[in-house]
């Protein structure tokens, strides 16, 4: 009678309950994107309508638009488990608590920044950058977001003890997301000048590989911590 | 549950905000054993409990779960269960949801349906655990100790929100969990009558 769990189905199991309890709040859903779209849309705005600058800062603009959205929906990473207990179940469970962990981060990417990545196109238009160049920044984004997420889990997890974690959250993750927007921007800027962007994106790569495997170990020891 | 399982802890102290709740503590419990943690308010039956699981470290003295100190044992939490003061269920789920996320965790023996009508909540499968009184969510919580495979329960306050009814069954199937060979640590308020059990207990 008795049925062993594997880790693969702990781990889908983990990833689907999170975009279900999504999709049951999905008023929530629309929060980081309507950030998305409001923070960019004022740049126009504030700076007037020349083709030519808003070109020019259109990639760094979609960018820090993204970071800061991504920013915003992190702290949901692991607070409500935190609070209504689930975080305990998971943790006493045959698994590697990183792995879960793992299954986590992919969950709140696939919900925060998943839907990002098909709006910005449509915010790259408005600002008028080129389609070759939005193909680039569209790269990078794919690339860069579920590094975002991956980081401000290990910041998520230490910070989960405070009652107010917020403002020292985003002051624990921005420095840690200086690297990855250095290369995106580096990117997209070789795009615009018409040299190769494939060193820039190699190293996007390895630094997600690097993430993937490297920041659940923390996330992981954080989350123990803050349960004791 | 065929296999004999032993949690042993020897000089257990632990120290909060400077005063000691509880120092050189010893006990054994194997299987088909109930451990009943007393004291008033304060006193460190949580505390004592989240180091049992594993959550907290204790100030000094060490926790063996069949031989192995338990944070270096690969088996403690495939075979450990734990019910805290929050259920630990997602309210914005459904009842069957809740288990069948519990099953996918663990090892699994009973059904969920199974699970369910045994703590009375048979039709709730498709109630959003939110909209369940708060002793049918405790209730619930419950369900899942029945539902997933583990030998040692460990249980702060099982009995809170619960009627006097539920509190019986409950105390049946701590009883029936003990006898074939489980183990069960827990705290509660409510005199616990399990006159079927090898029971210790331990006052702080």
Redesign the interface.
Known sequence: ?????SLL??F???IK?DL??AY??RAELINPLAFFVMVITLFPLALGAEITLLKRIAPAIIWVAALLASLMSIENLFRADY????L????????PLSI?VLAKVIGHWLISSVPLLFIAPLMGMMLHMETDIIGVLMLTLLLGTPVLSLIGGIAVALTLGLRKGGALLAILVLPLYVPILIFASSAIDAAMTGFAISGHLSMMCAILFLAITLTPLPTAAAL?MS?? | MTHLNKLEAYQLSCVRDDRILFNELNFTLTSGQVLLIEGANGAGKTSLL?IL?G???AESGHLLWNEELIENS??F??D???I??????????TAQ?NL??????????LTIDDAMAKVGLAGYQDTLVRLLSAGQQRRLALARLLCT?KPLWILDEPFTSLDRASIKLFEQFIETHANQGGLVIMTSHHETQLPHTLMQKIHL
């Open positions: 009678m008795k049925k062993t769990s189905n702990a889908s199991a983990v309950r279900l309890l049951r709040f609070d209504d207990g689930s305990e179940l998971m943790v006493m469970t045959p698994h879960l123990k349960l004791s | 989240r699981t959550f907290r470290r690969v088996h939490y495939e450990a269960a734990y805290g003061h929050n259920n630990g269920l997602k309210v914005a789920l949801e069948r996320y519990a099953q996918a965790l663990s090892s699994t023996t495979h």
